[in-house]
């Protein structure tokens, strides 16, 4: 009862109602291999490659809670977790913080030109200083960042690059129309949060005159009181919701949530795994780089 009543579970609560109200339907494939998982294995899941690091964590881990009722603590950029309120919810969900190196991005002195795999060094560049054998150097242009490994330092002014400077080729535009499908919301983004706020309210009150006609005061225990009645809000907003957009019980809260599928097969769908055509960019005019330092995986 004290997990189902934490910060915790209500913060799970309040992202899986976002989830099943956002998205039609939530396919899982292999779901069988989870069942076995309720034992209480260490497990550790590996949910790559992904789109969005805030929604995917969430679906994940609204689909482990209901095979195999087991909550999942993500690793998180410790960047993130460093903000306000984005860090708050995270730190919540007791996700793991994990320094990048994306987030020590740093600006190197002076400016750099590159031809094929050299860079070299203008106006005052402190290549034996600043840089390491192994860290990536980073320029900006206005079609986008391009960057290479360092593989030696030859002096202040002169690099030797794993390969010339590298940014995403653009592909052309297809000729085909995309097929798309849109869908109407049963209830409006403010109607749904009057509901849940609403909810909410009338739970606590009607658990606060339950425990006054039973003798009991709940003063020191409104937290557990409004997360307990929060939770109780979203399951019956998430509901409600259903009812009003498809004309049917929602039961999606059992994990059997089927509809039939309208879009065509394969529609609008991309292999996640194929790599990104790269092209080789010289850098002729002197311009402002960065670079990511070195990080030794052994060593952590």
Known sequence: LAENISFYRTVCSLWETIIDIFFREIS??????LAPLKDGRAVIFVAAPHINQFVDPVVVMKVVLEKAHRHVSWMAAAKSMRRRWVGLFIRSMRSIAVERREDHETKGAGFITTRGAKAFGHCGTQFTQQLTKGAIVRVRTKAGAIAAKVVQI????????ASPLQRTKKEAPSAEPQQRMSYDKALSPLITILLAASLTAAVATAAAALASRAGVSLSGL???????????????????????????????????YVRENKTAPGAGLTDPLSEPEKEDVDVTEESAYSFLPYIDQHSM
Not at 225 to 247: K, S
């Open 222 to 256: 409104w937290p557990a009181t409004l997360c307990l009645a929060f939770q109780i809000a979203c399951a019956v907003t998430l509901i409600v919701y259903g009812w009003c957009r498809d004309g049917v019980p929602h039961t999606a809260l059992q994990g059997e």
């Open 28 to 33: 899982v494939g292999g779901d069988t291999k």
């Open 154 to 161: 030859v002096s202040d002014s002169e690099l030797l690059l």
